[in-house]
């Protein structure tokens, strides 16, 4: 790793832990909750202590004004949900897009087990190439999806773990991917790869059941979280993103961080 990719990693974290929220699904979901006003967005989770925010680079005008010393990353790759195959995702702009936009990094995304993996397999390694010539960081978005992959199955985080070590293998220099479902087999995950590993948020669910999954990758040794939905889409985006840092950055337990954010906690 060069010297400007080391720099700029400190842009989008903070001691080597992240909070980082991504917001392009304008791309994939369009303009939902939290999403049409997006300065106002970015400016409370920012303000609430997001290290850093995400989004498509067309959108990078609406967001540098409002990050509060954050760091920016551009996602260059997508799908909708309208089309035909979300987990066929397409490059959306190039790493020299990326700087033009007022990038710290770039990300991609990129389905594991899919039909398309050949494909994006490919991009990522392209990707991470060009991006060390100018010594951007690479978050690979790394997930277990396909025909033959089961959430559900006792082995899973196996599966789990072999796309974040491709992340690695590709020359990523962060990793994203699905939390498992409890501390001990995300704990093979992490083990997978010398990378930091950041969870995703999936689908939004309930404030404690958010706080639990990220101590519960925290625990499993994860460096942090990708979490955009869960955020974004929050009546109070600011709070519950004070308290997913506290959680990430301060090692706080579930209940005291929602409990410091400002947030209900359920009897």
Do not use: C
Not at 111 to 136: F, K, M, P, W
Not at 168 to 181: F, P
Not at 219 to 231: E, K, N, Q, V
């Amino acid at each position: 790793m060069n010297a400007g990719t080391r720099a700029r990693l400190d842009r989008i974290g903070t001691d080597s832990r992240y909070v980082v929220v991504p917001m392009d699904h304008g791309l994939t979901l369009g303009a939902t909750q939290g999403l049409k006003d997006l300065e106002s967005t970015v400016d409370a989770i920012t303000r609430g202590g997001a290290d850093a925010v995400l989004t498509q680079r067309g959108v990078a005008d609406r967001v540098h004004p409002n990050l509060n010393g954050a760091g920016y990353i551009a996602h260059l790759n997508g799908s909708t949900t309208i089309g035909p195959d979300e987990n066929d995702k397409r490059m959306t702009g190039s790493v020299e897009d990326a700087i033009r936009a007022g990038a710290d990094a770039v990300s991609m995304h990129i389905n594991v087990g899919s039909v398309h993996e050949r494909e994006q397999i490919e991009q990522l390694a392209e990707l991470t190439s060009d991006a060390e010539r100018y010594g951007l960081p690479v978050l690979a978005m790394a997930y277990a999806r396909g025909p033959d992959i089961d959430s559900a199955a006792d082995d899973y985080n196996q599966a789990v773990g072999h796309a974040v070590r491709l992340a690695e293998e590709l020359g990523a220099d962060v990793v994203k991917t699905g939390y498992t479902g409890d501390a001990e087999s995300f704990q093979h995950v992490v083990e997978s790869t010398s990378l930091p590993v950041l969870i995703a948020g999936g689908s939004k669910g309930t404030d404690e059941e958010t706080l639990s999954m990220v101590r519960g990758a925290m625990d499993a040794g994860a460096s942090g979280i990708s979490m955009g939905r869960s955020i974004f889409q929050h009546d109070e985006p600011g709070k519950i993103a004070r308290a997913v840092a506290s959680v990430v950055h301060d090692d706080s337990e579930a209940e005291a961080a929602l409990r410091e954010a400002g947030l209900a906690v359920e009897a």
